[in-house]
């Protein structure tokens, strides 16, 4: 089976992927942000502590 993603709506060009995080106590947050694959884009799309936020810089975590 072929994974499809959602297009960009910001760009078009690229695709929502989806991206994975750990809760507090470690627990799995799958679908934790969408981001699009278009790196001049950046759109993206988080839920953070259950509130949802649109265009936040998404980086990679330090730890």
Do not use: H
């Not at 507090?24 to 699009?36: D, F, P, T």
């Not at 884009?41 to 509130?51: A, K, M, T, V």
């Amino acid at each position: 089976m072929e994974n499809s993603y959602p297009e960009c709506q910001k760009c078009s060009t690229g695709v929502l992927v989806p991206l994975s995080d750990y809760g507090r106590e470690g627990a799995a947050i799958r679908y934790k942000a969408w981001v699009c694959s278009n790196p001049e884009c950046g759109f993206n799309i988080r839920i953070d502590n259950g509130e949802i936020s649109f265009g936040k810089s998404v980086e990679p975590s330090q730890k």
